[in-house]
C-alpha cells in the first residue's frame, strides 16, 4: 500500500482534495445525479445482504450526493435508520418516520429527535455517504469525522456510496479515520482490500 503523507500535511491535503471533488460534484447536472443514483439504488436491491437485513442506516442526500431515499418508500419491510448530529462529531441512530424530519443548519435532513434512538450495534447494514472513497475503504467526508466515529461502532456490514469518478486508488488517512467494508458506485461493488 503506498506509504501515507505525514501527518502534518494530512488535512491540508485532504481539505483541498474535499474542496476539489465537492466543486466537481455540486457541478454535476440534476439528471446525472437522478441517473447514477436509479444506478446504485439498483444495485442495492439486487444484492442477497439487502434483502436478508432487517434493521438498515441510511442518510438523507443533499448537496449531489447519491440519492438513496427512495428505497425508504419502496422497502417499507426493513426499519430504516437515520443518523441525527447531537454534538459536534457526534452522530444519534433514530428510526425513520416520513413525517418527522427537520432541517439541520448544515442543510440535510435528518429526523426529529423525539423519534426512538437506535443503538448502532443493532444495524444490520449501513450506507455511509462520503465526498470520496479508496479501495481500502477509507473515505473522504466533510471534515467533521461524525461517520469516523460511527464507524467502529457498527457490528454490521457497512457500505461507502459515492460516484465512480470518486474512488480512488488510495486517500491520505490517520489512525482514527474509518473504513467501510464495501464501496457501491455506479460502476457496481467493490469490497475494501486489506491493508497490507
Known amino acids: 500500500m503506498p506509504s501515507s503523507p ?13 474542496t476539489r471533488w465537492l466543486a466537481e460534484r455540486m457541478a454535476l447536472p440534476p439528471e446525472v445525479v437522478a441517473a447514477v443514483s436509479e444506478v446504485i439504488r439498483r444495485y442495492v436491491e439486487a444484492w442477497p445482504p439487502f434483502h436478508t437485513a432487517r434493521t438498515v442506516l441510511a442518510y438523507m442526500a443533499f448537496r449531489n450526493e447519491i440519492d438513496l431515499t427512495p428505497l425508504l418508500e419502496s422497502h417499507p419491510e426493513k426499519q430504516w435508520v437515520l443518523p441525527r448530529i447531537v454534538a459536534p462529531g457526534e452522530l444519534a441512530l433514530h428510526l425513520y418516520h416520513p413525517g418527522a424530519l427537520q432541517r439541520h443548519p448544515y442543510g440535510m435532513l435528518e429526523p426529529a429527535p423525539e423519534c426512538p434512538v437506535v443503538d448502532p450495534e443493532e444495524i444490520e447494514l449501513a450506507f455511509i ?3 470520496a472513497f479508496d479501495r481500502y ?11 469516523d466515529r460511527l464507524l467502529p461502532r457498527l457490528k454490521g456490514r457497512t457500505v461507502g456510496v459515492t460516484y465512480a469518478r470518486f474512488l480512488v486508488e488510495a486517500l491520505p488517512h490517520t489512525p482514527t479515520d474509518g473504513r467501510v467494508q464495501w464501496i457501491l458506485t455506479e460502476a457496481g461493488w467493490l469490497q475494501a482490500q486489506a491493508l497490507e
Do not use: E, M, Q
Not at 505525514?6 to 474535499?18: F, M, N, T, V, Y
Open 129 to 131: 455517504p462520503g465526498v
Open 6 to 18: 505525514s501527518p502534518d500535511s494530512i488535512s491540508a491535503i485532504k481539505r483541498a482534495l474535499r
Open 137 to 147: 475503504g477509507f473515505r473522504l467526508g466533510y471534515g467533521g469525522g461524525y461517520f
